[in-house]
């Protein structure tokens, strides 16, 4: 296992210093420049009096101050935290009271940072290009101007923390007034690049293509912190918009990509609309994985069939860094339709009274290695109830066959996963109940043949409350960000209960089935009902909706909103759009045009 010097002399090696590291869609940036960036910053953190064993959060679009910042905190002994730019007002200051930084560094544009009690710098505003459909993936200002740092003096980086010492606190889904923070040392993240160097070969020669976002775990650490530890280079080109696809899967041969990073959103999205089968028939290329999320079975045969490449099923939590258990790319470890097998871990079946199960019998999912976390920030009683003798409970169910592969067949918590997201619906009633006139939300996952899930909810108004579902889901965006909130949402009477109290969540799903069979012939007969459909999918008023507008006026219209607005209008008017149609809309203008001939 390599240690932070070992890192840094290869990073600042001479025979290095003119070889990419990371290339953005603008420019890149060569090991040379990168090791300038890592010093510069390093003077930056002990000017601000930061040193080994503190703690910074880091919240920005601009790519390049966010990966820097990252590596040079980790080669200082600082562990970071990274937020998503659209993280919500409540859950920020939710997060900095967990976490307690001794710095922030965030865009000086974010309202969520508009009032905090601990130091902070801001990074001046740039205007980034609007319109990219897949923002919820990929925030990107590829700017490589630093300037804003020049008045710090470089310095080398401190290179002393140990294995137990915190390397991230990477915080999950949860609620707001409890957010869980993922303590992930030295000793957790060097020992899981092992194992995904060993699995998948990684070296100084590999070329990585990962454009998930940098504020998740498989962002960061299987992107820039992956291709620091390898010495190679990372690629992190445009968005893949419906209009920038073909630029993007061509850059795996123009780039010479040997390695591919996605989610199962992406692979649907590929299988959809990419126009050729052939962009990973290269000498180079080794190996597609896909992480974040369950792999359709279908789905993964398709892209398998279409694109002749093996894809990777990877299962881990962020709790266990990045992964752990490996479906491929060996035929030993391969297995379709199962997460595979554990690779430098223990796994093991437990039935609900904690009884080790045998094969093909279905319990909940433990785990246990180096990878798995020490715990959670500042709290003892979630830890206490998620790790039990060193096994990681990770509230998956699944079951083991009889030649040892895991397949994943439910989840024990209450976890819904949209696009690769993991959202939690206890946060999402939180929300809800913030509003006045709510009195009991109850949340599910709905499934969805490209996302996986989507969140549907459920609220009671209280007493000669008018609200409507539209009012509801306009007023939640101040308090969640925008892939957390419901796609719908149904006014009850009452919540399904039992006998304990709690909501029968299968009832509510019974709700959801029956509305769907009732209105699967819906059709849009006129404009005004073209525009409330568009409205619902990109959460905002109708009247502010014309037929001019494009994804560049709305936030909102990134590429899941896309692509849900598609499926909606597929479903409302019988019949799949060409991908030739679908490409060509960059307005609803388009999009109606297309969808009236269908009338």
């Given amino acids: ?26 420019r890149h940036f060569n090991y040379q420049e990168v090791t300038l960036s890592v ?29 820097f910042s990252v590596l040079s905190a980790l080669l200082n002994g600082i562990s970071s935290a990274v ?21 922030i560094v965030f865009d000086d544009n974010l309202t969520a940072f508009s009032d905090v009690r601990f130091p902070y710098f801001k990074i001046k505003e740039k205007k980034a290009p609007k319109g990219s459909l897949l923002s919820r993936f990929i925030n990107r200002d590829n700017s490589p101007d630093l300037s804003m740092f020049e008045a710090f003096e470089a310095e080398e980086p401190n290179l002393s923390a140990m294995s137990d010492d915190l390397a991230f606190v990477n915080f999950t889904s949860g609620t707001t007034s409890s957010p869980k923070g993922v303590k992930i040392t030295y000793k ?50 445009c968005s893949t918009d419906l209009q920038k696809l073909e630029y993007f899967l061509n850059s795996i041969h123009r780039e010479q990509i040997t390695h591919m990073i996605t989610v199962p959103t992406i692979l649907s999205f590929m299988d959809r609309f990419a126009s050729y089968n052939d962009y990973f028939d290269t000498r180079f290329f080794q190996h597609l994985l896909s992480v974040a999320g369950a792999l359709n079975k279908d789905l993964w045969k398709r892209v398998e069939r279409r694109f002749k490449t093996r894809v990777c099923n990877v299962y881990g939590l962020t709790e266990t860094v990045a992964g752990g258990v490996f479906c491929g790319p060996n035929d030993s470890t391969y297995k379709t339709g199962s997460v595979g097998v554990p690779i430098d871990m223990d796994v093991k079946i437990v039935s609900k009274e904690g ?7 279905e319990g909940e999912i433990l785990l246990k290695g180096d990878n798995v976390f020490e715990g959670y920030l500042n709290n003892v009683q979630a830890t206490e109830a998620a790790v039990k003798d060193e096994w990681f409970l990770t509230g998956d169910l699944g079951y083991r066959d009889e030649e040892g592969f895991l397949f994943i067949s439910g989840r024990a918590k209450e976890l819904i996963i949209s696009g690769g997201f993991n959202i939690h619906p206890a946060e999402v009633n939180e929300a809800l109940l913030k509003i006045e006139g709510v009195a009991e939300a109850a949340t ?8 996986q899930e989507t969140v549907t909810s459920f609220v009671v108004l209280k007493a000669d409350v008018s609200e409507t579902k539209d009012s509801l889901l306009r007023k939640l965006p101040v308090f969640l960000e925008h892939y957390k909130v419901p796609k719908d949402l149904f006014i009850v009477d009452q919540l399904p209960v ?44 109708k009247n502010v909706l014309s037929l001019s507008t494009s994804s560049q006026d ?26 030739q149609d679908v490409v060509s809309i960059t307005s609803l203008n388009d999009l109606w045009k297309i969808a009236s001939k269908g009338l």
Wanted: aromatic letters at 8%.
């Fill in 355 to 361: 009884v080790e199960l045998s094969e093909n019998a």
């Fill in 188 to 237: 957790n993240l060097f020992s899981h690049l092992e194992t995904l160097g060993k699995q998948f070969s990684y070296n100084a020669d590999s070329r990585i293509l990962n454009n998930l976002t940098l504020s998740h775990a498989d962002g960061m650490i299987q992107g820039p912190v992956l291709a620091l530890y390898y010495a190679c280079s990372l690629y992190r080109p």
């Fill in 39 to 67: 010093r510069k910053l390093s003077g930056f953190f002990r000017y601000h009096c930061l040193e080994k064993g503190h703690r910074v959060l880091i919240c920005s679009d601009r790519e390049d101050i966010v990966v």
């Fill in 83 to 103: 937020l998503p730019t659209d993280v919500s007002s409540h859950r920020a200051q939710s997060i900095l009271d967990t976490y307690q930084p001794d710095l």
């Fill in 554 to 579: 709305l936030p909102s219209w990134d590429s899941l909103a896309h692509l849900n607005i598609i499926v909606s209008v597929e479903s409302a008017i019988g019949f799949k759009l060409s991908n």
């Fill in 1 to 26: 296992m390599k240690t932070l010097n070992d890192i840094y002399q290869i990073l600042s090696s001479e025979s290095n210093k003119k070889k990419t590291f990371i290339k953005f869609e603008a």
């Fill in 498 to 541: 039992g006998d304990s109290g709690k909501v029968i969540l299968s009832e509510l799903k019974k709700i959801i089935s029956h509305s769907r069979n009732k209105h699967k012939k819906e059709e849009i007969l006129d404009l005004d009902a073209f525009f409330a459909l568009v409205s619902k999918e990109l959460n905002v008023e």
């Fill in 444 to 451: 599910v996952g709905e499934p969805h043949p490209d996302l």
